[in-house]
């Protein structure tokens, strides 16, 4: 078995083989060609832990996650874990991931597969609201998704956006970066705008005109009491794409719009039922569009796998000896 850090995982591959390792699970998800038993979800006061499994016909995986919203007050990420690899025929553990590196990286193109096929065509700009771990990966990924000439950061801490411009500036030199002294200011000046947050409450404005044309990524919010969206949203979208449908049952940003009609259920679609109809991107381009990601295993899952085989072919990872 070997153990891949976060500076193996980057090296062993590049930004573009994890889109399209992402957008290659939405049709695995689809086909239904896995087994991913329903997450355990444990909370304990504020605090969660997951456990998330998935089997695919060429291997398996375990990633144990825990969510500790009050970490970055100790200047500790909220999200930290670990993933475990298997082969798929002998069960013998082959790989073990530094897990706040790989849920990042696979969230980040789980985002950015939606801005591939969802932004608008003349998205240049990208807006990320909360400066995490995650407000990073989202940004870097959205870069490999199209070819963006700004991003525009906020969050309420400012010393956390200028520091994550600071790092931005280290992976995407080519992009002009800048510290948004509002929300209301980012929205007027981007086209596709990211949420990264642990917010109870919106994080967007309630006003249909600052959101209208635009695309939105959700990423933040993972429990029912949780959201990032205002109801003015919801009154601008056809379709809500998610990642998985478990997504239905976890997530405030769609459990409180369907509870309070501001949508219909049929209004909720995968995104990999999108993909797989070959919908009319075109016409998607030209709304108002929202993707919500709360993650699944089998992301997980096919995303270390080719992390491996990448790593395995470079001889990176430090080797360990189980027995």
């Known amino acids: 078995m070997i153990y891949l850090t976060e500076k193996d995982i980057l090296e062993a591959v590049s930004l573009s083989d994890v889109l399209d390792a992402i957008e290659a699970s939405f049709d695995v998800y689809e086909r239904e060609e896995f087994h991913m038993p329903q997450r355990l979800h444990v909370d304990y006061e504020e605090n969660t832990l ?12 375990t990633k144990l996650v825990t969510l500790f919203p009050r970490n970055p007050e100790r200047d500790i990420p909220v999200l930290n874990g670990i ?29 950015a597969v939606s801005i ?8 240049q700009s990208v807006g990320i609201i909360g400066a995490g771990v995650q407000g990073f990966y989202q940004a870097w ?16 801490r400012p010393q956390k ?37 642990t917010s109870l409450e919106p994080v967007l404005p309630d006003k249909e005109e600052l959101l209208a044309g635009k695309h939105f990524v959700g990423i933040g919010s993972y429990k029912p009491n949780m959201r990032e969206f205002p109801r003015a949203l919801f ?29 219909k259920e049929d209004q909720v679609m995968t995104l ?26 089998l992301f997980d899952v096919c995303v270390s796998k080719l992390i491996y085989e990448k790593a395995i072919q470079k001889g990176l990872g430090q080797k360990i000896i189980l027995r």
Request: negative net charge; charged residues 20%.
């Open 161 to 197: 956006t200028s520091a994550l411009i600071e790092k931005l500036s280290g992976v995407i030199p080519h992009v002009k970066l800048h510290q948004a002294a509002s929300v209301e200011e980012l929205l007027q000046q981007t086209q596709t705008v990211i949420t990264a947050t």
């Open 116 to 123: 591939r096929h969802l932004a608008p065509k003349n998205t």
């Open 83 to 111: 993933m475990v690899l298997n082969d798929a025929e002998t069960g013998v553990p082959v790989a073990l991931f530094d897990g706040l590196a790989l849920t990042a990286m696979r969230t980040g193109a789980v985002g």
């Open 272 to 297: 990999g039922r999108f993909l797989a109809e070959n919908k009319p991107r075109d016409e998607a381009k030209q709304e108002t569009t929202l993707f919500k990601s709360v993650g699944m295993a």
């Open 50 to 61: 997951l456990l998330m499994p998935c089997f695919t016909k060429d291997c398996f995986g």
């Open 141 to 156: 990924l959205a870069c490999a998704a199209r070819n963006l000439t700004d991003i525009f950061v906020y969050d309420l």
């Open 235 to 263: 009154n601008l979208v056809k379709v809500v794409y998610i990642d998985t449908d478990h997504a239905l049952k976890e997530s405030g940003d769609l459990i409180v719009p369907l509870r309070n009609n501001w949508i």
